[in-house]
């Protein structure tokens, strides 16, 4: 449950689950890859995109844990379409290993949904000495795009059915450098002063939503039938507040309802997505931020186009 909530122009809000947004929608005939598609929003996003007839390819770090949610899905949807292909963001090779393995397929590719993250870890570099939330959150998920991108536009081009990127944000997607990216320290750990685990982890998130910015304004220039949006899918219920004991029993057991008050479930939090990636409404739609099922505006760093090209150069550096 979501005690604030209204319907927007949409018809949707933050209490809408992904079944709901997405009802009648026939996604028969698409082919979708879903990154981190076999946890928390991302297997339940899933879930909903097969179920709604939709080709799903759980790219995920774990095999194992995809192979448990494609036999879920399965299980609830016996002619579902799910395969499981090794994903590994953190990691320049991985990605770009993963890209090779999808073409050789030869199935096409109408939705790509990033969605994997990881959330306030220690300081860590990945494989590639990139400070390893930017890495996973980020920098992956821009490479994974720019490899698949052209197997997109050709997809669009065969079959007239519009292409859709998802870059799955945060609303802390905020900093306080006033330049938003310190990009000479960005995986120093002993030079970025400002350095902490949220931090980092609002820098990956500013970053989701620029590169979307970027390359829907470079699709648009090109011509091409295929979007880019940035969605911020809501705060899940946790476990956080079993850390919060009080004297009273009384006390501790309304506030371990708190959750469920002013927090999504997991059904709710795959909707904005699922909205994003399937919904008519949203046809045409590109470069822009969505919340709670409905167009949103961003904090004002996010819509620096200046800084979003920055980045983009500066990341096309970084994988090369």
């Not at 944000?169 to 995986?187: D, R």
């Not at 004002?300 to 200046?306: E, H, I, L, P, R």
Request: proline share 2%.
């Amino acid at each position: 449950m979501w005690l604030f909530s209204r319907k927007d122009r949409s018809g949707f809000s933050s209490n809408s689950t992904a079944e709901e947004v997405t009802q009648g929608i026939n996604a028969a005939g698409l082919t979708a890859i879903v990154t981190g598609g076999s946890s928390g929003i991302g297997e339940e996003t899933s879930r909903v995109l097969a179920l709604r007839g939709a080709h799903v390819i759980l790219a995920v770090r774990n095999t194992a844990a995809g192979r448990t949610s494609k036999e879920k899905i399965l299980k609830q949807t016996p002619t579902a379409k799910v395969d499981v292909m090794e994903l590994d963001l953190s990691s320049i090779g991985s990605v770009k290993n993963f890209a090779s393995q999808f073409k050789s397929t030869g199935l096409p590719l109408n939705l790509l949904i990033n969605n994997a993250g990881i959330s306030m870890v220690p300081y860590n570099l990945s494989v590639d000495g990139i400070e390893l939330q930017f890495a996973t959150n980020y920098v992956g998920h821009f490479l994974l795009t720019n490899l698949l991108l052209d197997t997109m536009k050709e997809t669009s081009r065969r079959s007239n059915v519009e292409g859709r990127i998802l870059n799955i944000t945060s609303t802390a997607h905020f900093t306080f450098h006033k330049e938003g990216i310190c990009f000479e320290k960005l995986s120093d750990k002993a030079r970025y002063t400002g350095y902490g685990r949220f931090s980092a982890y609002r820098v990956s998130k500013l970053a989701n939503i620029l590169h979307a910015n970027e390359l829907s304004r470079r699709l648009r220039e090109e011509g091409a039938n295929v979007t880019a949006n940035s969605l911020h899918p809501g705060v899940v219920t946790t476990k956080i507040v079993d850390h919060l004991l009080f004297r009273s029993s009384v006390i501790n057991q309304y506030v371990k309802k708190i959750p469920d008050l002013i927090l999504k479930d997991v059904h709710q939090a795959a909707a904005t997505t699922c909205y994003v990636a399937l919904h008519p409404q949203v046809k045409g739609i590109s470069g822009e931020y969505f919340s709670d099922c409905n167009l949103s505006k961003p904090w004002a760093q996010a819509t620096d186009m200046d800084l979003a090209k920055k980045l983009w150069d500066f990341t096309s550096n970084l994988v090369k």
